[in-house]
């Protein structure tokens, strides 16, 4: 039995349409494009776009510059998410517009994590091989 047979690789097409809304949203961001009220956007990255199968729905993993109140981004960018997709409509040509939703990105906290564990291990092996 696969393994991945409970979670089905995106297409070509998904990711394409992904990179392009990626792409589109980080314009959007830099140029604060959106008007979102008393918020700006031009510290925001946008680090990944995930599309539904249908292309209907867009899931977007964003940080703000220096990783500090992630989720507070994300709850603004989510209770604005209207105006976001109505200026991303005005940059895509594209079939159906997709409702986005923000997610805040952990990968990078999660690949420090990580890194910080390898350089421990190493050390520990480097410790052991000098008292051997």
């Known amino acids: 039995m696969n393994s991945q047979s409970s979670q089905r690789p995106y297409s070509q097409r998904q990711l394409r349409v992904g990179e392009l809304v990626k792409q589109n949203l980080g314009e959007l961001f830099i140029r604060n494009e959106a008007k979102i009220p008393s918020f700006s956007t031009k510290l925001i990255t946008v680090t990944e776009v995930r599309m539904t199968p249908d292309l209907k729905t867009a899931r977007a993993y964003v940080i703000p510059l220096g990783g ?24 895509l040509d594209i079939k159906f517009l997709p409702k986005l939703t ?13 890194e910080k564990i390898i350089k421990e291990n190493n050390k520990d092996d480097k410790e052991k091989k000098r008292y051997n």
Not at 68 to 90: C, G, Q, Y
Not at 102 to 114: L, M, T
């Open 102 to 114: 923000f997610v805040e990105d952990n990968s990078f906290e999660y690949a420090e994590k990580i």
């Open 68 to 91: 500090i109140e992630t989720k507070e981004t994300v709850r603004i960018l989510t209770e604005f998410s209207h105006l976001v997709r109505k200026a991303l409509s005005k940059r």
